[in-house]
């Protein structure tokens, strides 16, 4: 998972990822977190703040995808039989 403007102006990767606001429209990466409660006194216990992004997204790498699809002989048929079409009336696009 990676995470993303709240308006999806842009992906915190590559050169953006260590941002803490959107560079677009300067909303926060991470919800605000709550406050420390002032009437617990114990100073031994630390409270683990945890950033928690406004929103995220995942990906599916391609290639992946791609090689699966061409491994099945009924979609490389299709292709192929595609293909020939394209070139027999002049629409060579491939």
């Not at 999806?8 to 990767?13: D, E, K, L, R, V």
């Not at 100073?43 to 945890?50: A, G, L, M, P």
Request: aromatic fraction near 8%; charge should be negative.
């Amino acid at each position: 998972m990676h995470d993303m403007c709240v308006n999806s102006c842009i992906a915190y990767t590559g050169p953006l990822e260590k941002l803490e606001s959107c560079p677009q429209c300067y909303e926060p990466r991470y919800q605000p977190t709550p406050e420390c409660n002032e009437d617990n006194d114990d100073q031994d216990e630390e409270i683990e703040h945890v950033k928690v992004p406004h929103q995220q997204f995942s990906t599916l790498p391609l290639g992946p995808q791609l090689q699966a699809l061409w491994a099945q002989e009924k979609v490389l048929k299709i292709c192929v039989i595609g293909k020939d079409i394209l070139v027999k009336y002049g629409r060579n696009y491939i």
